[in-house]
């Protein structure tokens, strides 16, 4: 304990003792030059640069003239002093205005009459509210059935396995049915009377019954039996001499003289047909055909027409053009040229309407600038066959029809 007290007093005294006499060992501080720096401008430092410089030495020194002494300059007369300005007289000071006279009052406005009252208005009545409309009666809602009923047939007075349809109004209906005579029947011996054209009595194929409900449709629809255009009848035979036992004619019904009948006119119309269609074949002119005539372009032809034409296509391959496939037709004249305002584009596959526009310029210019002066070398026997030309310009494959 007393030896760590001894170490610190002694460095504390190390350190006053330090503070007290340190600066006693301490160096002089070095001493400083001063030079003495005066400013000049750039003409007085020309100045004394030019007397420094040796003067140049001259062959001949001419000598000076002197110079005439300038005469001086006669002295202004003095200027004669200013005589002084006579002072204004003053002003008389104007007499101060008498003082205006005061205005009469004016008479005060007599009060006007307090204004009557206006009279309250009566009271309107009450607006009386419109009776209300009857509510509407609830009509009631007539579901459809999800069937349809079965067709009731319609009444007839007859039942009979086929039915009949009902006559027209103006044929007149027979109790039983009759058989029209056919123009093949032998002539009777006995003279027959003439019977009237009539139509069977129509009949159903069940009785209906009043507790049966009507039907919406019929399962089954009966044919319209066709009217009779003319009914024949029997010719009026001479009398025989003899009376002999009547023989029976044999008769027809009248539906299957009627099919007979219209048989018989369409196979009449048949045959005009044919008869004018062989007339016409060996006594008219063939119809004229558009198909071309004379042997068609070879292989090698085309080939070398769709060459030509390539030659002058460009196609720009980073435009959307380069993408569209449009489709050409034009008229040819004899000689090989093109027919310039018959270029027209018949079809077009992919790019918008711009793209398509820009690609079938495209190939009109090529079409145009390839043909030169003379035309496209074309085989002139074969002219109805190019005639007219197509061609596909697809920046994959371009072809020719």
């Known amino acids: 304990m007393r030896r760590s007290i001894l170490i610190s007093a002694g460095v504390h005294a190390l350190v006053i003792l330090w503070l007290m006499i340190g600066n006693v060992f301490r160096p002089d501080p070095p001493e400083f030059e001063v030079a003495d720096v005066s400013v000049v401008s750039e003409e007085e430092f020309a100045a004394m640069t030019r007397a420094a410089q040796a003067p140049e030495v001259t062959e001949e020194v001419e000598a000076p003239v002197a110079a005439p002494e300038p005469e001086p300059a006669p002295e202004p007369a003095p200027e004669p002093a200013p005589a002084p300005e006579p002072q204004p ?9 008498p003082p205006a006279a005061e205005p009469a009052p004016e008479p005060q406005p007599e009060p006007e009459p307090a204004p009557e009252p206006a009279p309250t208005p009566a009271p309107e009545p009450e607006p009386v509210p419109d009776p209300l409309p009857p509510a509407a009666e609830e009509v009631p ?3 459809a059935p999800n069937e349809a009923p079965r067709p009731q047939p ?8 086929d039915p009949v349809a009902p006559s027209e109004p103006d044929v007149a209906e027979a109790e039983e049915r009759q058989q029209a005579a056919s123009d093949s029947a032998e002539s009777p011996d006995v003279v027959e009377e003439e019977q009237e054209a009539t139509a069977p009595e129509e009949t159903t194929t069940e009785i209906v019954t009043e507790a049966e409900e009507p039907a919406s449709a019929p399962p089954a629809s009966v044919r319209p039996r066709p009217r009779p255009r003319d009914l024949a009848a029997a010719p009026e035979p001479e009398a025989a001499p003899e009376p002999e036992t009547p023989a029976p004619a ?6 299957p003289a009627a099919t007979a009948s219209s048989e018989s006119d369409t196979s009449d119309a048949v045959a005009d047909a044919i ?15 558009d198909a071309p005539s004379g042997p068609p372009l070879t292989r090698g032809e085309q080939e070398g027409l769709r060459l030509a034409v390539q030659r002058c296509w460009l196609v720009d391959v980073g435009s959307e053009a380069a993408s569209v496939t449009v489709t050409v037709s034009m008229d040819m004249q004899p000689d090989g040229s093109v027919v310039a305002s018959s270029l027209r584009m018949t079809g077009s596959r992919g790019g918008s309407g711009a793209a398509v526009e820009t690609a079938f310029q495209a190939a009109r210019r090529a079409i145009l600038r390839c043909q030169g002066s003379e035309g ?5 026997e074969k ?8 061609m596909t310009f697809n920046p994959d494959e371009m072809r020719l029809r």
Not at 89 to 97: D, F, G
């Open 383 to 390: 002219y109805q066959q190019w005639k007219q030309i197509e």
């Open 275 to 289: 008869a004018e269609a062989l007339a016409g074949g060996g006594g008219g002119s063939p119809a004229p055909s």
């Open 89 to 97: 007289a003053p002003e008389p000071q104007p007499a101060p205005e």
């Open 154 to 161: 319609r009444p007839a007075p007859r039942v009979a396995p």
């Open 141 to 143: 809602q007539v579901l």
């Open 376 to 380: 496209y070398d074309l085989p002139q």
């Open 250 to 255: 044999p008769a027809e019904d009248p539906e």
